[in-house]
C-alpha cells in the first residue's frame, strides 16, 4: 500500500537557518503530494501540494519539488522564522486510483530558536 | 480559518460509554474525511463521505460509525470506548472534485478514563 517516510525530529534551527526536511514515498500510481503544517493546538493547513511529476509547490517562502526519479518531496525554505515553529507532515493521495484519503508521514517537529 | 467547524473541542468520558463528534464542511463541500491523530498510530484515516454517501474506508474500527446527512454535516459515532480510543479526532472537506484539496477542522480531543 501507501506509504511516506519522513524524516525524524524534533528538529532544532536558529532564525534565519536553511531548513530541509526530507519526505519519500511508496505508491502505486501517480500520488499527490502535500506539506501540512500543524501550529500548537491548531488544525492541520495545506501549505503547499504538488500533483505531477517535475512540479514544484511553494508558499510562504516554503518549496517542494516532485521527484518522481528519487520518489522524494524533500521541503525546504531559506531562512526560517521563529513563528515558522510547528509540526510538518508530508502526505499523498493517489486519485488515479479514485483514492482521496490523505496518506500522512509520522511528522517532524520544528523549533526555530530566535 | 479553514471554514471547517468541529463540536465539541474536548471531550472527557469513561470507558464503554459512547460519544458523537460533529463536523460542519466549508461551504459548498461536498466530501467530508474523518482522520484520528494519536501518539502511536499518527495520522489515520477513518472513513470518507461524499454527499451523503459512503465513498472510502480506512482503518476504522467496528465500534465506530459515520454518517452524512441532507444537509452535508457529518458526524462520527465511537461507542464501548477503550483507553485507547484517547486522540485527536479531525475532519477534512473537500469539493470533491477537480483538485481534491482536503480542509482541516480544529479537531475534537478525546480523552477516555
Known amino acids: 500500500g501507501d506509504s511516506v517516510t519522513q524524516m525524524e525530529g524534533p528538529v532544532t534551527l536558529s532564525e534565519e537557518a536553511f531548513l530541509t526536511i526530507n519526505c519519500t514515498y511508496t505508491?502505486?500510481?501517480?500520488?499527490?503530494l502535500f506539506w501540512y503544517v500543524q501550529y500548537p493546538g491548531e488544525g492541520l493547513q495545506l501549505l503547499l501540494k504538488?500533483?505531477?511529476?517535475?512540479d514544484k509547490g511553494s508558499n510562504k517562502g516554503f518549496e517542494a519539488t516532485y521527484r518522481k526519479e528519487t520518489t522524494s518531496f524533500h521541503l525546504e525554505k531559506g531562512s526560517v522564522q521563529v513563528s515558522d515553529s510547528a509540526v510538518y507532515f508530508c502526505?499523498?493521495?493517489?486519485?488515479?486510483?479514485?483514492?482521496?484519503?490523505?496518506?500522512f508521514g509520522t511528522g517532524t517537529r520544528l523549533t526555530i530558536i530566535p | 480559518d479553514s471554514g471547517v467547524t468541529q463540536t465539541p473541542k474536548h471531550l472527557i468520558t469513561a470507558t464503554g460509554q459512547r460519544v458523537t463528534l460533529r463536523c460542519s464542511p466549508r461551504s459548498g463541500d461536498l466530501s467530508v474525511y474523518w482522520y484520528q491523530q494519536s501518539l502511536d498510530q499518527g495520522l489515520q484515516f477513518l472513513i470518507q463521505?461524499?454527499?451523503?454517501?459512503?465513498?472510502a474506508k480506512g482503518n476504522i474500527l467496528e465500534r465506530f460509525s459515520a454518517q452524512q446527512f441532507p444537509d452535508l454535516h457529518s458526524e462520527l459515532n465511537l461507542s464501548s470506548l477503550e483507553l485507547g480510543d484517547s486522540a485527536l479526532y479531525f475532519c477534512a472537506s473537500s469539493s470533491g472534485t477537480v483538485n481534491y484539496e482536503q480542509y482541516f477542522g480544529p479537531g475534537t480531543r478525546l480523552t477516555v478514563t
Open positions: 505508491a502505486t500510481g501517480y500520488p499527490s
Open positions: 463521505y461524499y454527499n451523503g454517501e459512503e465513498r
Open positions: 502526505a499523498l493521495s493517489d486519485l488515479h486510483f479514485g483514492n482521496e484519503k490523505l496518506t
Open positions: 504538488a500533483t505531477k511529476a517535475d
